[in-house]
Structure formats: C-alpha cells, structure tokens
C-alpha cells in the first residue's frame, strides 16, 4: 500500500522568505501532483510531475524517482501564500491518488 | 465553464437520516471521485466512477452509495447518517487518464449530530 508523508505539518514563515515542503512515498508511482487548499477549502492542482522540476512563477517542485521524493519550493514567500500544501500520490489505475496528511503554511507580513 | 460544481455548501444532519450530496461537472470528463477530508487528515477516497454506469469503492466506501447516469452528476448518498460521517466532503473529475489533473469542487461541510 502506497503511504504518503509530508514534512513538516505546520511552517511559519516571514515575508520573503524562500520556504520548501517535503513529500516522500513508499511505492514506486508515475505522477506527483502538489496542491493548494485556501482557508475556506477549495482546492487547486499547483503541479504535476513525473520527473526532473517544474516551474510556475515563483512555485517550483522537484521530484527524485529513485529517491520517491519531492518537494515545493516557495521563493520569496507573500502572505497570500498562506494555504495548505497537499502531495498527492498518482499514476495508478482511473487516476486514483494517495494523498499526504497536508502542510499548513503560515507567512506572516 | 462552472467547473465542477457542489451543493449545498453547508448541511446538519441528524443521526440516522439520509440525504444526497450533488456533483456535476461541465468539462466532459470520464473520471469523477469523492472524497472526504478529516482534520489533520488526507483526503480519502470514498467512490470513484470512470464512466456513465460504471463506478467502485474507494478507501473509504462504507455508509455511502453513488450513482452516475450522466457523464456530468455524480451524486454521493449517505444513508443512516452517523456522527463519523462529519466531514468535508470533495468532488472531483478528470479527463481519462492515470496521471491527469483532478479538478476539485469547492466541498459540502457536512456535520452530523
């Protein structure tokens, strides 16, 4: 059974800062997706990777295979950066994910 | 496009009733999933469906029924609702693929007393 963990569960930040959260999981997969959950709950897909980085202003996730590990990075962290960070685990059958616990990040002004 | 759409957006209900959580989607796609997500919690997968007529059980299938008559519904029933079943509850669909984006409805707050 494929496990998913995040590190760490929570993260406070200042403004500005460069800030990264870390998803590893047990079985191999073809896909990672990072996503975003605002206080309020709606979800949003950030990436999807199955090698190397991805890139998407200043978001940036990285995946090792043979590690089974990502991460998200968040260069110059704004407040409005402030969300749940969710690895999902994917590239099963029908799309199925596994899903990490989430990352809470908190940046302050 | 609406995207994927999800009513209500709140609703208490008492041990032991019943009630249906809708879904529908206006992108076409094959792929739908509900999920529910507990505090400090994953999300977990309750039912998924890859077509009209065609769904199975997820992780977390027990207390719940799903039906999907439409590419575009896929309504989540609860019955004998009982106070684990508080939770939030997410649509989501995506076109058929093992490794495409879900799109995610904006959840059903469910609380069972």
């Known amino acids: 059974k494929n496990e998913v963990e995040q590190s760490p569960q929570n993260l406070t930040a200042q403004e500005g800062e460069f800030i990264t959260i870390n998803c590893s999981y047990s079985v191999g997969i073809s896909a990672l997706h990072w996503l975003q959950q605002h206080p309020g709950g709606g979800i949003v897909s950030l990436f999807m990777?199955?090698?190397g980085k991805k890139k998407h202003g200043r978001l940036i996730a990285t995946i090792n295979i043979q590690e089974k590990h990502s991460s998200l990075h968040i260069t110059a962290s704004h407040p409005r950066d402030s969300a749940v960070y969710i690895c999902a685990s994917g590239g099963t059958s029908y799309g199925k994910l596994t899903f990490g616990q989430g990352t809470i990040l908190t940046v302050h002004p | 496009n609406a995207g994927v759409t999800q009513t209500p957006k709140f609703h208490i209900l008492k041990i032991g009733q019943s009630m249906t959580l809708q879904c529908t989607q206006d992108m076409n796609h094959n792929y739908m999933y509900w999920y529910r997500q507990d505090p400090g919690m994953g999300l977990k997968l309750i039912y998924y469906s890859v077509g009209a007529g065609i769904t199975d059980k997820g992780e977390v299938p027990n207390g719940y029924n799903v039906s999907r008559s439409t590419t575009e519904d896929f309504p989540l029933r609860l019955e004998l609702a009982a106070p684990s079943q508080t939770s939030v509850y997410f649509c989501a669909s995506s076109y058929p693929s093992s490794t495409d984006t879900q799109y995610f409805g904006p959840g059903t707050r469910l609380t069972v007393l």
């Open positions: 990777l199955s090698s």
